[in-house]
T-cell receptor
Framework: DQQVKQNSPSLSVQEGRISILNCDYT??????FLWYKKYPAEGPTFLIS?????DKNEDGRFTVFLNKSAKHLSLHIVPSQPGDSAVYFC????????????FGTGTLLAVQP | DTGVSQDPRHKITKRGQNVTFRCDPI?????LYWYRQTLGQGPEFLTY????????KSRLLSDRFSAERPKGSFSTLEIQRTEQGDSAMYLC??????????FGSGTRLTVV
């Protein structure tokens, strides 16, 4: 049972344009959501998070939007840069950032120069 | 402190052998986690320690798997009688009580 789903295995975007990565979840008990970025042969690196009491969180070029009624979140990267090319994982937890994380299957983002 | 350290980075073993991985967390982090990632999947939770206490274990952690954190510092993950299905990236992460995870670079296990 895949509780966190990333339905797009890959995404290609031109440098300078917006990248939008999507994530859906099924468990309404999740109250904390995170995005991680992963380069080959490295561990995931934390990007940005959002609590279920918010619907938007912004950090520089990265913004995460949460739609609880649709059980959907998205990560916007503006402007996209070639260094953003990586696999992006959505993750969810109940009880905050230090609890067990349930990850999606990832989306490979390729930013073309 | 250079972050979460995992050793070895790569391990190739024959089916049926035992393997042990080590994780050194960030020194002030009380919590330590093990995850497993297979090709095309996201990381899957295996187990979690608060100091030296193992507080949660996934049903993915069969009887052949054991994890320890004897003094609340480093942790080891042992797999006995390895099977080809154990081939994966094993990720360790640590966190303080009130903030998010830092992952290590992982140990890639190949069972031949």
């Amino acid at each position: 049972d895949q509780q966190v789903k990333q339905n797009s295995p890959s995404l290609s975007v031109q440098e300078g344009r917006i990248s939008i990565l999507n994530c859906d979840y099924t468990n309404s008990m999740f109250d904390y959501f995170l995005w991680y970025k992963k380069y080959p042969a490295e561990g995931p690196t934390f990007l940005i998070s959002i609590s279920s009491i918010k619907d938007k969180n912004e950090d520089g070029r990265f913004t995460v939007f949460l739609n609880k009624s649709a059980k959907h979140l998205s990560l916007h990267i503006v402007p996209s840069q070639p260094g953003d090319s990586a696999v992006y994982f959505c993750a969810a937890s109940y009880g905050g950032a230090t609890n067990k994380l349930i990850f999606g299957t990832g989306t490979l983002l390729a930013v073309q120069p | 402190d250079t972050g979460v350290s995992q050793d070895p980075r790569h391990k190739i073993t024959k089916r049926g052998q035992n393997v042990t991985f080590r994780c050194d967390p960030i020194s002030e982090h009380n919590r330590l986690y093990w995850y497993r990632q297979t090709l095309g999947q996201g990381p899957e939770f295996l187990t979690y320690f608060q100091n030296e206490a193992q507080l949660e274990k996934s049903r993915l952690l069969s009887d052949r798997f054991s994890a320890e954190r004897p003094k609340g510092s480093f942790s080891t993950l042992e797999i006995q009688r390895t099977e080809q299905g154990d081939s994966a990236m094993y990720l360790c992460a640590s966190s303080p009580d009130d903030d998010g995870y830092t992952f290590g670079s992982g140990t890639r296990l190949t069972v031949v």
